[in-house]
């Protein structure tokens, strides 16, 4: 049967490769040796339990006062747990007398083989449930904030991963970026997102694509962040595609989107990097709710705007060639510019009524050559719809220009207005 000493040991030294302290596991100890005599005798406020985790030693006491045989045969009072006979006393020790205390040492091997297998048990166990809560409790002081780890399994629907101790943890593919790629092996930053505690075991999830994730990035890069001179008011993201943060300063001297963005983007470079080349807009935030719609919406000018509060809506007016600006690739721009400043957008030409528009030919420069542009102002047309009004056999007439080249141009300016 295993002895005290050698039940103690191997449990001291799988705590201690748990990096379990020693107040901790004389705890376990104690709690785990109780709970036997508990089962054995029903209470356990009359022994003391003495460990020395070190040495391997367990010295367990049972204290008993000794009462007259009359009072043990006759008393309701008489609790074995707490009595003891006088002649069972002096078959200890001659000389004892009523009312002495008897200190009896209990053996582990009196408890019987199966106890001091489940105690063995109970240890191991309760160390795995310590360092389970210490896990839990380590990651959930680190909700929010970046840590590096290593991929270790790659799955359908999300990533596993392992940190410095060897612990796993979890990026579902909801909070991976879209062109992330990953091999084993590879070492990828991640935010912790959260934490819980599912059947007793800890589960760490973590995430890319949160704008906390932009935010903690943003304090390693820019030491203004870091510091608190530049606050971050406000990100919105497309992971892997856009994002737009406001930004403000509390020190007048410093520009908050310069010190952001770096010297030639020095630092929002390694930034982009990180995100898998996300576009990032910069914005300077203020309370002046028309010029932050209309820095949410850059790169595009807006001419005008109505704002409705009440129903949160916007009504911004552009320039023909800034409408496309201000909507964006797939419609990203205006989509995050809504989101940053908390209001839906609606996106309108300048001119309400299509056949009141024209558009400077100036605007064409990329579509009609410039001795064509500079051919028909010669004849005092500068705009697309002072062309459209003449016929075509005039165009010709007029100018210097071949039909095959005046059918063009009709039918790049056609485009505008359609």
Not at 306 to 334: C, F, H, M, T, W
Not at 339 to 359: H, Q, S, T
């Amino acid at each position: 049967m295993e002895t005290t000493n050698s039940l103690i040991e191997s449990f001291a030294d799988f705590a201690r490769s748990k990096n379990i302290d020693r107040p901790t596991m004389i705890r376990i100890l104690d709690d785990v040796f109780r709970t036997m005599i508990r089962k054995k005798h029903g209470e356990d406020e009359n022994f003391n339990v003495i460990i020395n985790a070190d040495k391997g030693d367990l010295e367990i006491w049972w204290m008993r006062e000794i009462v007259s045989d009359e009072f043990a045969e006759d008393s309701f009072e008489y609790n074995e747990n707490k009595h003891i006979s006088l002649s069972e006393a002096r078959k200890i020790e001659p000389d004892f007398e009523v009312g002495e205390e008897v200190a009896t040492e209990v053996k582990l091997e009196d408890f019987g083989r199966r106890a001091v297998q489940t105690a063995r048990q109970a240890l191991i166990q309760k160390v795995k449930d310590l360092e389970k809560d210490a896990l839990f409790q380590k990651y959930k002081e680190l909700v929010g904030e970046i840590i590096s780890c290593e991929v270790y399994q790659i799955l359908s629907k999300e990533v596993l991963l392992l940190d410095a101790d060897g612990n796993e943890l979890i990026l579902p593919k909801s909070e991976q970026i879209p062109k992330d790629r990953y091999k084993k092996g590879t070492t990828v930053r991640a935010v912790v997102q959260r934490v819980e505690m599912i059947n007793g075991n800890p589960r760490i999830i973590l995430s890319r694509t949160s704008p906390t994730f932009l935010e903690r990035l943003f304090e390693q890069e820019v030491p203004e962040v870091y510091d608190g001179l530049i606050s971050i008011k406000k990100i919105v993201r497309e992971p892997g595609e856009r994002a737009k943060v406001a930004v403000e300063s509390y020190d007048d001297r410093i520009d908050p989107v310069g010190a952001c963005v770096g010297m030639k983007g020095s630092r929002i470079h390694s930034i982009v990097r990180e995100l898998e080349n996300e576009n990032i807009d910069v914005i300077n935030y203020t309370d002046n709710q028309e010029l932050y719609i209309a820095r949410a919406l850059s790169p595009a000018k807006i001419s005008s705007m109505k704002i409705d509060n009440e129903n949160k809506r916007v009504a911004v007016y552009l320039k023909p060639d800034q409408v496309s600006l201000a909507i964006g690739k797939g419609g990203q721009n205006i989509k995050l510019a809504s989101r940053l400043v908390g209001m839906e957008i609606d996106v309108y030409r300048e001119n309400a009524e299509m056949e009141e528009e024209d558009v400077d030919l100036d605007e064409f420069a990329d579509e009609i050559d410039g001795w064509i542009i500079d051919e028909l102002k010669r004849i005092g047309l500068d705009t697309a719809k002072s062309v459209l009004k003449l016929s075509k056999e005039e165009l010709v007439r007029r100018t210097e220009l071949e039909e095959e080249t005046v059918e063009e141009v009709f039918r790049i300016l056609k485009q505008e207005f359609e």
